[in-house]
């Protein structure tokens, strides 16, 4: 059985009080003391349950951050952000992934509420989550969304505009001189991958003798990117793209592999290639790709720096913050 506040201060022979002192305000108390409760504390093992002083307090320092794909490293930088700027103020973040499921999502809101954190980041939800959100916020742990906005403005929220991305990744490989391009990715129930097809379709109005064909996937990974780069090294010459705008970098990555494995066609010559968010392997790929940046640190970081205004000020009005895509040169396109 662990030992309590209250065993501690029974073998030190001080009370409970002066047990709390040296553990929180030890200038407070003499050195003898000090060293008195520090050995009690060091005999019995004694650990501090620094989540129940916190609720107790109402002063958790703990942020909960819930994402819908932890194996994507968009997701991690988004994480490595929050988490960098949470260290700087002497907080801890602690993650659920909820692999695009909406019923996991629901699971580590009522875990988080019961944990009472000190607030919740949502990085691309999954479900319809504002009148679970709002209940949240009455309750006292405010909420801020990344990588979407608020659709009513209720929230505050940090996000990209991925229109204007789709517009750029086409620009470009119209720039280039493609002309019958494949969009790539899904689900298009996703609003990020909604909002990327819509800037690409936005490129080619007023485009005579341009194309856009949608190749939808089930998800955005390495395996359906890499399902779908077959499929199109299979079509005839005269059916095939000459130009891929890949939902994000893992499809673009796995349309790459998808390629490899017949050696027929080439990136860029045959297809060129321009993928989305940049992260960490588009510049070692095989082919290094051509990818429409996010900041996906500076997401994490300006996410948590809003909610801990909200945590200061309850009753500040909901921000939305929108930051631009830039385009990344490379290889592939």
Do not use: C
């Not at 958790?60 to 930088?77: E, H, Q, R, W």
């Not at 988490?83 to 499921?101: F, I």
């Not at 949608?214 to 079509?235: C, H, S």
């Not at 010459?237 to 017949?262: H, K, S, Y």
């Amino acid at each position: 059985m662990l030992a309590s506040i209250k065993d501690v201060a029974r073998h030190a022979g001080v009370s409970v009080g002066t047990v709390s002192n040296v553990l929180n305000h030890p200038s407070r108390v003499s050195q003898e003391t000090v060293d008195r409760v520090q050995q009690a504390i060091s005999t019995l093992g004694f650990v501090r349950n620094d989540v129940a002083r916190q609720l107790r307090a109402g002063t958790s320092k703990t942020v909960a951050l819930i994402v819908m794909d932890a194996s994507n490293p968009f997701f991690a930088d988004i994480a490595r952000g929050a988490e960098e700027r949470a260290n700087d103020l002497g907080l801890s973040v602690v993650t659920g992934n909820t692999a695009e499921s909406s019923q996991r999502e629901s699971h580590y809101l009522d875990v988080f509420e019961e944990q009472r954190v000190r607030g919740l980041l949502l990085v691309s939800p999954v479900g319809p989550i504002d009148a679970r959100l709002q209940e949240l916020k009455d309750f006292g742990i405010p909420s801020v969304l990344v990588d979407r906005p608020s659709p009513d403005g209720a929230f505050s929220s940090v996000s990209v505009d991925d229109v204007a991305g789709g517009q750029t990744a086409i620009e470009h490989l119209l720039s280039i001189g493609r002309r019958d391009i494949a969009f790539v990715g899904g689900a298009l129930d996703v609003p990020q991958v909604r909002d990327r097809l819509a800037g690409a379709r936005l490129a080619l109005q007023d485009r005579p003798g341009t194309s856009l064909r949608v190749f939808e996937t089930r998800a955005t990974t390495v395996l359906e990117g890499r399902r779908i780069g077959r499929e199109i090294d299979a079509l005839p010459t005269n059916e095939r793209p000459d130009a891929v705008f890949a939902a994000n970098d893992l499809v673009a990555i796995g349309f790459i592999q998808g390629l490899l494995t017949t050696r027929r066609l080439s990136i860029p010559d045959d297809i060129a290639l321009v993928g989305y968010d940049d992260i960490d392997f588009a510049a070692s790929a095989i082919v290094p790709l051509t990818s429409i940046r996010q900041p996906s640190r500076q997401l994490g970081e300006t996410a948590l720096e809003m909610l801990e205004a909200e945590v200061a000020d309850p009753h500040t009005s909901p921000r939305a913050v929108e930051f631009q895509p830039e385009l990344v040169i490379r290889s592939s396109a």
